[in-house]
């Protein structure tokens, strides 16, 4: 195997002009199947979540599902789209154990919804995401290799399937190409699934959770010489957090380069991510259209959407995020530069809610974009993903302005809570880390700071009273940081007959 060198990718952006494109697959949040009555939710025993029709046996006949076209609908003019008045069901056909028709029902050519765009922010600025299509299929089940190292099929003993999730109403939204973002890619295609993950979730169509599946990436790029035609784009699959959407960009841009640059050619093909290592390797070529030899699906009646209805759909949307942000800044009181760094972090919610909960803005934003970005950033996680709930930190806070932590001792719960230890006040007393309030305790731990520092308590004596700060000191070590520093410099000028 050779090991090819990456060229730094400043010199990349330098010499070459990168261009994007997303397809995000989205698992609507209906009850049923999108072709039969078949429960969707997560986490059911493989295959007790399947009737004739989504396991394709002979003879059985599909009904499309009305929740799932109206919340497409709804997606499709919450991203700007124009709606179809009249459109069909395609059959995509292909071999895949996890697809037991031997086609998929999809779109192809008569999409539900076409032409809009998102606005996203990346460092201030306004970017226009244009919206090719909007479209709805059924999602395939899940295939399961076992036996070898890595997962794959290569090693696997053997390969158990789960139909549970075919037929779950899927929804494809396709960008239009993204030219001129140059060195920003990466973060322009992080900043758009991020946004698009809010709006779907302010519509309340999907759990939009990347790490069950319930939303997924293929990011597509491509680079070519500035001025020049379009590259070869590659699509990288399993990009399964916002953060991989990012370096699965930057990572492949730099792999192309590193191609073009030994003068070869890039092939068009699927390639994987993989979460470990950041790279991408070789999957399979890429399908063309004509592979799948696509017909309108003669088991559906054409999907012909009343403008009314519509219109009325158009009406009820919800406050989308751009906006709900927009109001969260000036009930926080947020400067544009503060607003950025919590929206950098992934944090608007989590802060939302841990308000909710009881929280200040101001301590919940303290606890989330410090400690906890913390270890998010040393894990390379999701802040969402770290291990402490919004209940647990406006908890943790509420300890600390009862008395009973200090900031250090309520690092410490912390700790404890994103290691699954409890909820903060159960790891505060399994863990002995409540302030020492017991003045009889305190009080003997003063009396025998001062008697082992006799000059300093004479200076304090003769009204030197910041030295009092020294012993003060000496009590929090040998309460190992567990007394209330504010109290214990009370009691040491208490003891010694000063006025504090
Ligand atoms: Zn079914």
């Not at 025993?45 to 499309?64: D, I, K, Q």
């Not at 699509?235 to 640059?261: F, I, W």
């Not at 974009?369 to 998010?376: D, F, M, N």
């Amino acid at each position: 195997m050779t090991t090819i060198v990456l060229p730094p990718y400043d010199d990349v952006v330098a010499r070459y002009e990168p261009v994007i494109g997303l397809e995000t697959h989205v698992e609507l949040g209906t009850n049923t199947k999108m072709f039969c009555g078949c429960p969707t939710d997560f986490g059911g025993e493989p295959n007790t979540r399947v009737c004739p029709v989504c396991l394709g046996l002979p003879g059985s006949l599909p009904v499309a599902n009305r929740a799932a076209i109206e919340a497409t609908i709804r997606i499709g003019l919450a991203l700007n789209c124009s709606i179809a008045s009249w459109c069909r069901f395609a059959r995509k056909n292909y071999f895949y154990p996890d697809m037991p028709k031997n086609f998929q029902i999809s779109q192809y050519d008569e999409p539900l919804c076409v032409d809009g765009w998102l606005d996203v922010e990346v460092d201030g600025e306004m970017v226009r995401i244009g919206i090719e299509r909007v479209h709805l299929e059924e999602d395939t089940g899940k295939t399961l290799h076992i036996g070898g190292a890595t997962g794959r099929i290569h090693g696997a003993t053997e390969s158990l399937v789960d139909y549970n999730r075919a037929g779950i109403p899927l929804v494809e939204i396709v960008t239009k190409p993204i030219p001129g973002t140059g060195a920003q890619a990466p973060e322009v295609a992080r900043a758009y699934v991020t946004e698009l993950r809010d709006v779907l979730r302010s519509l309340g169509v999907s759990d939009v959770r990347m790490e069950e599946g319930s939303l997924r990436c293929d990011v597509n790029t491509s680079l070519n010489l500035p001025g020049g035609p379009w590259g070869t784009r590659t699509e990288t699959k399993n990009v399964n957090s916002l953060r991989s959407v990012e370096r699965a960009v930057r990572s492949e841009m730099l792999r192309q380069a590193a191609v073009l640059d030994g003068g070869g050619t890039i092939v068009q093909e699927t390639r994987h991510f993989h979460e470990d290592t950041g790279d991408t390797t070789s999957g399979r070529s890429k399908e063309t259209a004509t592979d799948y030899r696509y017909f309108p699906e003669p088991d559906l009646v054409p999907l012909a959407p009343d403008a009314a209805w519509v219109e009325e759909l158009r009406a009820a949307l919800p406050e989308l995020p751009r906006v709900h942000r927009k109001r969260l800044q000036e009930q926080w009181g947020l400067s544009d530069l503060d607003m950025q760094s919590v929206l950098n972090a992934d944090a608007v919610e989590l802060i939302e809610q841990t308000v909710a909960a009881g929280a200040t803005p101001a301590a919940a934003r303290k606890w989330w974009l410090g400690e906890l970005s913390r270890r998010a950033n040393e894990q390379g996680i999701e802040l969402a993903a770290v291990g402490a709930t919004p209940e647990h930190v406006a908890e943790l806070q509420r300890l600390v302005d009862e008395g009973k932590l200090n900031d250090k001792l309520a690092r410490g719960v912390l700790e404890g809570v994103v290691a699954g230890e409890g909820t903060p006040s159960e790891i505060m007393t399994a863990r002995g880390l409540e302030v020492v309030s017991d003045t009889g305790a305190l009080t003997a731990a003063v009396d025998e700071a001062i008697a082992a520092n006799p000059a300093i308590a004479d200076k304090i004596r003769d009204g030197k009273v910041a030295a009092a700060g020294a012993l003060v000191g000496a009590v929090m070590k040998a309460t190992r940081g567990q007394a209330d520093a504010k109290t214990v410099r009370e009691l040491v000028l208490s003891r010694l007959g000063v006025e504090g």
